[in-house]
């Protein structure tokens, strides 16, 4: 049998030895490459937004919103166009370049210039007049929707913005006037917040 010395002596080298192993580096598996690239027409999960000129690019802000991803913005030139646009669970801006003044977005056959669901929407200098309903509807779907309207001119139709469903609506630096019934109507949850805004000649109230 081996002397309370040796056993000591062998407990030591024993432990030397385990730290040793647990110093050395340990090299890692690697991982197996997908094999998975991008291929024409791919569109990568984080694309950077991308600006669609209206109408240089595409002849119509419909077309443009049909070509649309999350967080484009699309930049509609001077003119008159007569649309009827819908957009469903998307997050986009539409702004006029050089003014609101020489740009008049009109709705066509009593539908609302913008009838939109969910997602969130940036309107940017853009005249809107409407002959249906609402020049405006939102509803919030099932996501919640949200609006915003900055510098814009809003007339025509029975109500000028409509939010249905809970869905959420700013308007800044905005004139609401010149509808067929309200400015303004927030129904079923729906909720707005008003800033520095001009809403006048109403039939019958600016915001209800």
């Not at 998975?36 to 077309?63: C, F, K, N």
């Not at 019934?181 to 000649?201: K, Q, R, T, Y």
Request: glycine content about 12%; overall charge neutral; hydrophobic content about 40%.
């Amino acid at each position: 049998l081996a002397s309370a010395d040796q056993k000591e002596l062998l407990v030591k080298q024993a432990a030397e030895e385990r730290l040793k192993r647990l110093q050395e580096p340990v090299a890692l598996p690697k991982a197996p490459e997908s094999g998975m690239e991008l291929e024409e027409g791919d569109v990568p999960s984080q694309a950077a937004p991308r600006t669609l000129r209206v109408p240089s690019e595409y002849p119509s802000i419909s077309a443009a919103l049909a070509a649309a991803r999350n967080r484009d913005q699309i930049k509609v030139a001077p003119g008159r166009y007569q649309e009827s646009l819908r957009i469903t669970d998307l997050t986009v801006e539409i702004s006029g370049e050089g003014g609101m003044q020489g740009l008049l977005v009109q709705s066509q056959d009593g539908q609302p210039v913008l009838t939109q669901v969910g997602g969130a929407v940036l309107l940017r200098q853009l005249m809107l007049k409407g002959s249906g309903p609402a020049v405006v509807a939102v509803a919030g779907g099932t996501a919640g929707g949200s609006i915003t309207l900055e510098d814009c001119y809003v007339s025509g139709s029975r109500c000028g913005l409509a939010l249905r469903e809970k869905a959420q609506g700013t308007l800044r630096r905005s004139v609401l006037c010149k509808c067929g019934e309200n400015g303004i109507e927030a129904s079923g949850g729906g909720a707005v917040l008003i800033e520095s805004c001009s809403i006048f000649d109403n039939a019958r109230h600016g915001v209800v």
